[in-house]
């Protein structure tokens, strides 16, 4: 799973999934929730996954807003590890 994406594929997701977008050697997406709370709740979910899986992403709080920015250090950028991660995130606010 720490395999680097292809670019083809990469495109490819990024275009199913236009909310994240390509910073680098990393994917980015920002998420708006109605309260502070629930921004907080959402980051602790994030971490439950992450530390499920000993892939952490980079988080940024800024009170409404939570931005999320993977990558994988070994393998020097975006693996399919990190587009698995990002779709388990999205299903967290899609409920």
Request: charged residues 30%.
């Amino acid at each position: 799973m720490d395999t680097p994406v292809i670019e083809e594929v990469l495109q490819r997701w990024l275009q199913e999934h236009r909310d994240w977008s390509r910073q680098d050697k990393r994917i980015r997406k920002r998420f708006r929730f109605k309260t502070f709370p629930e921004s907080i709740q959402f980051v602790n979910q994030v971490a439950e996954i992450a530390e499920e899986h000993n892939h952490h992403p980079f988080i940024q709080i800024d009170f409404r807003v939570v931005t999320l920015e993977l990558t994988s250090w070994h393998a020097r950028g975006i693996t399919v590890l990190d587009l698995q991660l990002a779709d388990k995130y999205d299903a967290l606010v899609e409920d």
